[in-house]
């Protein structure tokens, strides 16, 4: 008997059932059987049946094998955090960030991955030793968390 299905909320229900009927999809449009893909997959006719409707009571590694069988590479991203605003900051704030972007006003509020493409495209346009230490610190963040702690120059 299968397991019973753990409390799952809608949205992650949702994002079950859209994989599943993506594998089944894939599967269809291959023109392989649901008997063929269970066993390619090492798993049983009922339970294929139960991933492609998106039941959470499916182990990941039968997710996974189904995929596989398929010719699909599943990348599950579970340490992502949900979308969240962008941090932005004000272009006057940084002296070198407000010269590289001078057709802007220095209230204008920019995203800090804009501001990272901005260091990078003017970097060589930029005078380094006027740079504030806050200034410096700031594009070593920048580097640090959106460029693996590397600029791009």
């Not at 059987?33 to 090492?42: I, L, Q, Y």
């Not at 596989?68 to 979308?83: I, K, N, S, T, Y």
């Not at 493409?117 to 640090?144: C, M, P, S, V």
Request: glycine letters at 8%; aromatic letters at 4%.
């Amino acid at each position: 008997m299968p397991a019973a299905s753990p409390a799952t909320a809608s949205e992650q229900q949702a994002d079950l059932q859209q994989l599943g009927a993506r594998l089944r999809d894939r599967r269809k449009a291959l023109g392989v059987t649901a008997v063929a893909c269970a066993e390619a997959a090492g798993v049983s006719r009922v339970t294929l049946h139960r991933i492609e409707m998106g039941n959470p009571s499916v182990t990941i590694g039968a997710y996974v094998n189904v995929a596989a069988a398929l010719g699909l590479h599943l990348v599950v991203p579970v340490l992502d955090l949900p979308a969240a605003e962008p941090v932005t900051i004000a272009v006057g704030d940084y002296p070198g960030l407000r010269s590289l972007a001078w057709q802007t006003d220095a209230g204008t509020t920019i995203t800090e991955t804009e501001a990272l493409n901005l260091y990078e495209r003017g970097w060589r346009h930029l005078d380094h030793e006027t740079l504030t230490d806050h200034e410096k610190a700031f594009i070593q963040h920048l580097a640090d968390a959106y460029s693996n702690g590397r600029l791009l120059v």
